[in-house]
Structure formats: structure tokens, C-alpha cells
């Protein structure tokens, strides 16, 4: 299993002046299958599981980049490593103009203070015991970002911050519902006034109603606070509305990249193609349509040869189960990793 | 309090049959030493012969508890069916004793639940698990079982069912593994399949090839089917007929085209709004605030707290279901006022 480096143009040439907050080259993060007792007495090396797999993106300075790709593609994989929760392999992660690998322990707290993650489960990513006022003063101790007697004050406009009262803060998470769960995860991750955040699934547990009101709040505080976001779902329609690109995953490979019209409207890969037309449409009509992709995504212990998609794609041709296919420019800022992906031609203008 | 047979005019057949399912005013609590939990509050339900009823609801709104009370799958203590009937094929299964009920679930009435994974048993193998309603409600012998067995698997999609049928569950992926148990839901010819969110633990790809099996399964054998869901696209794609369940209420059942394009329910309205798709702009328009406790009575309507155009009257007034245009029932007292606000 081989990784072809791709070459850096998963990227479009900027033409924004805005600033790359973060920089992602050519990422690599696997993880070791546990062996069992006949691997280890024939003594077969562990096998690796690649999670993220040459990967190479950049974010700007007040952007929301979507993430999206079915569970096993490797989108939560990213998320995490971009905070250096997991270690890289291979591959460049620079935020704010900093290498993360080069950083020692104190250098990466420091940072963390920059960037933040709220996590999808708001049920396990809570300290049961602690009050939720204890859950966000933690952050602030541990930090020292705030003098002793102004913590509790800090702790209730956090709480308003994300549309809590400040009594709420003596209430222990099992009081709570998802909601407000979910808005005191991000009250956490707000304290030390990040500039970048990750939302890994943040609104997947939440139901509607509940899940409009948190999506609204997330583009408030990100107007209001100026944030960068990689907003992770496995939900297309969340992400379309949240997102200003789009990033689309499988098998650990980012296969396009896009702005979200460009995704959404022009798709250039047949498996954003597929995701997209799999997607149950909110109109009253009994669905005549067969089924858009067939069979499921592949094991990442056993990634097809050439271009990973090619046992589900529609479109595959010869070339494709050898060939891994390198990212083509379809336009300034689309890109899609498919051998018949073809730079898009600008509309002529109708006057 | 039911709501009259809700059919579209294309069925003329049905529109004079007495529907499959008719469930009446059923009331479903759970007890425990500090409170009593209304999960379902009198609720009323018909499914016609061969058509597809949605239901959605948010957490909390029952409509699982409402599935699982039609077949009495719910453990007693601490739930009990407090009031109600649930008529299936001129019986009233809340009547029937065990071992009746245990022959409707087994080959009539059937169900499959959101996550695979925890309704086959793990230390058995597949086919053993799918056949095993045939050799028991059936009396097929060990082979004829094992032939249609295979019939079965073939027919949801689960290419090669011979080398297969001895697999055991964890060596099937989630959407193979609910292909198994819409197989096994399939063995004894159902008349009527109870959904429970069979596609929320799926991939969105995986979701599309289940549904499209389901609605083909559907149209092939005509039977008739609940399918719960909390996602309303589903239901779209999928339902004749809608409810939408609220604090363990009906609070509105439509024809799905009625539903979608004029929603006579408050609740349906935001449900719709919260919802993103494509033409969504800037904000969603939320629902404020969040359902109710079902361990508080209320005297009115369990959504006034939320509702925008609830009045004095909508905290005080019980409401019921009241149909309002053909097959079109909504349980709000003042349906009129969403025409005006919404235009």
C-alpha cells in the first residue's frame, strides 16, 4: 500500500487576499490494528489502518470549511489530528504559520488555547460529577487565562455567550437535555477565546428543533467572534448550509474540494455525485429511483487498488482499478480527484 | 376521537375497506415511584391495507413506544397500556392472550428496530436467525426452511445467500445486517410491517439502497407499512400518509402532499422550517425552547408553550384531533391562524 504523494494543487491558487489560517500537506495518520494470537506467534507485522490518506487542504482566516464523508472515511480522523489529538505520520499541519509537529508540550498547550474542538456526543464529552460551571472553569484554571475572583463571572457570560442562563451552571449535565448540553460543550471551547474551532458532528444528536437553534447560534458566534471552522457531519444538508467550501471524503482521501455552490450545484467526482442524489429530497413524492450507489464502502484494512471509489463508481473504466487518480483543477477553487474530471468551462454569458 | 379513514382518491378499494390497523384512543404510561410518564396520551391511528403511514416526532414524541405498544413488546412492569384498543385483521390485540399475540408477531405483523446490530442474536448464525420464524410459526423442516431461507436473502439483495446463510452477525456490515432482518421480517408474508427508524443508523448511500428495497418490497408482496422516522425527507420519499407526533400525541395526520404544501399544525410548520435544504437561507427558523416533560399533565395543548400563535385559550382548552379537509386532521384549536401569519 503505497501512498503516491499527490502534488500540492488539492489547493486552489489564491485568489482571495485572505489569509491560510490552517495548512494541511500531505497528511498521513494510521492507526495499528490490534493483532491477535496467531498473528504475533507467525510474528506478521501489525498491520496499519490508514485513516487519513495524503490529504492537503488549507483554511482561511474567517472561513467555514464543511467536512463530509460516511462514517469510516476518516473525517473525525482529521478533525482530531488537525489538534494534534492524534499524532500524523506523515505530512504538515501549519496554523497561524506554525508547524504543529515541531511544537513540544508547553508550545502545543499554548496553541490549544487557539484552537478548540466540540465533540459530537454531548453526553460523554461532559464530566458527569462536575457542575457545568465547574466544567468551565476547568478550562480557565488549567489555562490561567483568567484571575481567580473573576472566574465565576467569566463562567456566566460564557453561559449567556451561548444563550444559557447563568443558572444553569450549578446544574449537573444529567439534568440537562442535548441542547443545552451541546451549548455548554461549546461554551468550553469558546472560554479561552479561540480563533479556530472543530465541530466534530456537533448537531448529529439533536433533534430538529433543537438542531436549528444550535446551527443558528454556531453562525452567530462566528460573525460575532470572527471564527474559523472545520465543520465535520456526515448530514449534507447541514453542512451546505453552514459551510462557505466543502470538502468531501472517502477512505481517508479528500476526492473533492469545492466551494459550497460548486459541490452542491456542479459536482465533478461520481461519488459526490452519488452522495448527493442519495440524499432523500424533502418533497412529497414516492421515490421511483433505485438506489443511487451500490455496495457499501470498503474496509480501510483493504483499500481497493487505484482509485479507491472505483468498485462502487458508476463511471469506472480500466484505468481506474490502477491508477490512483491525482487532483485536477475543475475550476480556480473545485478539485477532484478523478481521471475524467474535466476543467469546467465558464458558462458563456447570456446578456 | 379517531380520525376517519384517511385515503387519497386514487384508492377507491380502500376507501370502503375497513382500514388494517385501527388504533383507538391507546394510552401507553410508564410508572416509577416518583412519577408517572405519559409516553403515549390517547392516541388514534389508521393504516389501510398496502399503504405506507409515516410518523415523525423528535425524541421523546412516542412514536417508538406507540410501535411497540401495537405489538406489546414493552416490558410490564414498568409500562402499561392504560386505555385504548389496537384492531389488527378483525382482532383487538391488546385482548389477545400470549401465545396469540406471539403467532401475529411472528407472521402478520412485524417489526424491524433502528439498529441491526442489537436485534439478531450475536452467537448465532444468520440464517438460522431468519429461518427460525418458518420451522416455528410455519412448520417448515429444516430444508425447505434453509431453501427459502436463501429465497429471502436473494430477495433483499445479499448477493451469493449460500456461502453466506452460516455467517454470524459480526462478520456483516450494518446495512447487510438490516437486509438480514428485513428477511426475516419478510419470512412470514406480513400484512403489515412496523418500521422503527430502519435507516438512522445507516450511511446516507446505505439509507437510499435500504429504502429503495423497502418501497420495492412493498409493491411487490402489497403490504402495508408503519414507518417511523425522525428525519421528514424519508417520510417524504416514502409515506402515503403522515402523522406527526408531539408529547405522545397525534398532532397532525395528512395524505403526505397535503402535509408538505399546508400544514394545518403549528408544530408541523416549525418542524418543516428547522429543517435545512437546498432553497434555506440565511437562518432556519427554529422552534423555541424544548418539548415538554411527559411526566407533567397539561390541560391544553402540550405545544402552546413553544406555539407562536397560541392564545389563553390553547393553555386550557384539551385539544383532539379534528379532521379539517379530506383525511387532513390537525390537533390544533386554531388552524386558520397559520394561513393568515404564514403567508
Known sequence: ?351 | MTVTALMQDETPRAATDAPLLDVRGLVTEFRSRSATVVANASVSLQVPRGRTVGIVGESGSGKSVLCRSILRLLPSPPARIAGGEVWFEGRDLLTLGVREMAQVRGTRLRMIFQNPMTSLNPVWPIGDQITEGLRVHYGLSGHAARQRGLELLQQVGIPSPESRFDDYPFQWSGGMLQRAVIAMAMAGEPSLLLADEPTTALDVTIQDQILALLVDLQERTQMAMVLVSHDLAVIAETSDIVAVMYAGRVMEVAPVKALFEQPLHPYTVGLLASTPHAETTDRLESIPGQPPSLSQRTVGCPFAERCRFASKDCHNTPVTLREMVDGHASACLFPERIGRAGA
Open chain 1, 1 to 351: 500500500m503505497t501512498v503516491q504523494p499527490s502534488p500540492a494543487v488539492d489547493e486552489a491558487p489564491d485568489t482571495q487576499p485572505a489569509k491560510a489560517l490552517l495548512e494541511v500537506d500531505d497528511l498521513v495518520v494510521s492507526f495499528p490494528k490490534s493483532r491477535n494470537l496467531l498473528d504475533l506467534i507467525r510474528r506478521r507485522p501489525p498491520l496499519r489502518v490508514r485513516a487519513v490518506n495524503s490529504v492537503s487542504f488549507t483554511i482561511q482566516e474567517h472561513e467555514t470549511l464543511g467536512l463530509v464523508g460516511e462514517s469510516g472515511s476518516g473525517k473525525t480522523t482529521l478533525g482530531r489530528t488537525l489538534l494534534r489529538l492524534y499524532d500524523p505520520d506523515s505530512g504538515k499541519i501549519r496554523f497561524a504559520g506554525q508547524e504543529l509537529r515541531d511544537l513540544g508540550r508547553g508550545e502545543l498547550k499554548a496553541l490549544r488555547r487557539q484552537m478548540q474542538i466540540v465533540f459530537q456526543d454531548p453526553y460523554s464529552s461532559l464530566n458527569p460529577r462536575f457542575t457545568v460551571a465547574e466544567t468551565i472553569a476547568e478550562v480557565l484554571r488549567v489555562h490561567d487565562v483568567c484571575p481567580r475572583e473573576e472566574v465565576q463571572a467569566r463562567v456566566g457570560e460564557l453561559l449567556g455567550l451561548v444563550g444559557l442562563t447563568a443558572e444553569i451552571g450549578a446544574r449537573q449535565p444529567g439534568t440537562l437535555s442535548g441542547g443545552q448540553r451541546q451549548r455548554v460543550g461549546l461554551a468550553r471551547a469558546l472560554a479561552l477565546k479561540p480563533t479556530f474551532l472543530v465541530l466534530d458532528e456537533p448537531v448529529a444528536a439533536l433533534d430538529v428543533s433543537i438542531q436549528a437553534q444550535v446551527l443558528n447560534l454556531l453562525k452567530d458566534l462566528r460573525d460575532e467572534l470572527g471564527l474559523t471552522m472545520l465543520f465535520v457531519a456526515h448530514e449534507l444538508s447541514v453542512v451546505r448550509h453552514m459551510s462557505d467550501r466543502v470538502a468531501v471524503m472517502y477512505l481517508g482521501q479528500i476526492v473533492e474540494i469545492g466551494t459550497t455552490t460548486e459541490i452542491f450545484e456542479r459536482p465533478s467526482h461520481p461519488y459526490t455525485q452519488g452522495l448527493l442524489k442519495a440524499i432523500p429530497r424533502m418533497v412529497p413524492e414516492r421515490r421511483r429511483r433505485e438506489a443511487v450507489l451500490k455496495g457499501e464502502v470498503p474496509s480501510p484494512l483493504a483499500i481497493p487498488s487505484g482509485c479507491p471509489f472505483h468498485p462502487r463508481c458508476p463511471r469506472a473504466e480500466e484505468i481506474c482499478t490502477s491508477a490512483e487518480p491525482r487532483p485536477i483543477a475543475v475550476s480556480g477553487t473545485q478539485v477532484s480527484r478523478c481521471h475524467f474530471a474535466e476543467p469546467k468551462p465558464l458558462k458563456p454569458r447570456t446578456s
